[in-house]
């Protein structure tokens, strides 16, 4: 919660600062909402879409024209799991969006990835911190 918002090389004695330091580790968070801090990547968007898929676009939205505005990196993490058809394997049940249909799933995705594609440029981590070293971002 209180990392920065966007990449930094991290502080050797308090990892969530930045440090002055040369070293070649950066820290790319997770793309967070402004003061919650909770991220709104797909599992987080699923545990939305429980309560309505209207709901979970607008907490996705929100986070992502908050980043735009700002002109911030966005992180976005995908895990497998939210990508398969998967519910009947019990051992995945601690797993956010286990039991999200596919269909749900799909639906949403669509919603969030058309949005990405038309709005952002994407690029590899690799790309991003060559990038960013050179816009002086850190």
């Known amino acids: 919660a209180l ?3 966007v990449p930094y090389l991290p502080d050797r004695e308090k990892i969530y600062s930045r440090g002055r330091s040369k070293r070649e580790i950066y820290e790319i968070p997770v ?3 402004p003061l919650l801090r909770l991220p709104f990547h797909g599992s987080y968007v ?3 879409s429980k309560l309505s898929i209207k709901m979970a676009l607008w907490y996705w939205r929100s986070g992502f024209n908050w980043y735009r505005r700002r002109k911030y990196p966005y992180v976005f993490v995908i895990h497998p799991l939210e ?3 998967i519910t009947c394997d019990n ?3 601690a797993q956010i969006g286990y039991d999200t249909p596919i269909e749900l799933k799909i639906q949403l995705y669509r919603e969030i990835f058309s949005t990405v594609k038309e709005k952002c440029e994407t690029v590899t981590t690799d ?3 060559k990038g960013f070293r050179i816009w ?3």
């Open 3 to 5: 990392a920065p918002q």
């Open 31 to 33: 793309s967070t909402m």
């Open 46 to 48: 699923m545990v939305f």
């Open 83 to 85: 990508l398969t058809d």
């Open 91 to 93: 051992r995945l049940k």
């Open 127 to 129: 790309c991003f911190v």
């Open 136 to 138: 002086g971002g850190v």
